[in-house]
């Protein structure tokens, strides 16, 4: 069975800073994918970005990147100079490409406050 | 540009009764899938179905039951509400393996 891990259930940062979320996982499958999304008070999940675990560069979009490292199983959110409209819940996900792991599993959040 | 659509909203049900939420998109979405999230907490998947007359449970499948007879609909049905099912109720579509999971607008869901 496949797990997300997500150890921070609340993190502050200041505004223009840099933050990083954490987010680990297990999947005995070779091939699989990582997400990220967002889910603002309004309730709405976005899409921010995605990894595959056979690219061989670190996902970027726009102000988001994804730490890939492959070895230490762990999927982090960098998100550069914040911005208040990020203060947000924050999941992690995976998909597996064989079976039950085609599921997409999500971690349990991250509470994202940004702060003036 | 529907995406998923979800229906209805809100409801309330009271303990005893039965629904089916239903989604629909119309992407041509192979994967189609029903998360419950409670207050606070993250997305537990219920059902989730790769195509169409395929359909497999998640982690908190019991209570509920799912159908997918064509590509775009994937209606889950709740059977003698509890109060445990208190909950938002998303539909979400994707692709396979890359695919971004595109979600419906969440079905807010209270039995009394």
């Known amino acids: 069975a496949q797990k997300i891990t997500q150890t921070q259930p609340g993190m502050f940062v200041q505004e223009k800073e840099a933050v990083t979320l954490d987010c680990t996982y297990d999947?005995?499958?070779?091939?699989?994918?990582l997400f990220w999304y967002k889910q603002p008070s309004s309730g709405e999940m976005i899409f921010l970005i995605y990894?595959?675990?056979?690219?061989?560069q670190n996902a970027t979009e726009g102000r988001y990147s994804l730490n890939f490292q492959k070895a230490r199983k762990s999927a982090n959110l960098v998100i550069s100079a914040s911005q208040l409209g990020d203060s947000a819940m924050y999941f992690c996900?995976?998909?597996?490409?064989?079976?039950?792991?085609?599921?997409?599993?999500f971690g349990s959040g991250t509470q994202l406050t940004v702060l003036p | 540009n529907a995406g998923v659509t979800q229906t209805p909203k809100f409801r309330i049900l009271k303990i005893g009764q039965s629904m089916t939420l239903q989604c629909a998109q119309d992407?041509?979405?192979?994967?189609m899938y029903w998360y419950r999230q409670d207050p606070g907490m993250g997305l537990k998947l219920i059902y989730y179905?790769?195509?169409?007359?395929?359909?497999d449970k998640g982690e908190v499948p019991n209570g509920y039951n799912v159908s997918r007879s064509t590509t775009e609909d994937f209606p889950l049905r709740l059977e003698l509400a509890a109060p445990s099912q208190t909950s938002v109720y998303f539909c979400?579509?994707?692709?396979?393996?890359?695919?971004?999971?595109?979600f419906g607008e969440g079905s807010r869901l209270t039995v009394l």
């Open positions: 979400a579509s994707s692709l396979p393996l890359s695919g971004e999971l595109f």
């Open positions: 999947t005995s499958d070779q091939s699989y994918g």
């Open positions: 990894q595959g675990s056979y690219d061989e």
């Open positions: 996900a995976m998909r597996g490409s064989s079976g039950s792991a085609r599921q997409l599993t």
């Open positions: 992407m041509n979405h192979n994967y």
């Open positions: 179905s790769v195509g169409a007359g395929i359909t």
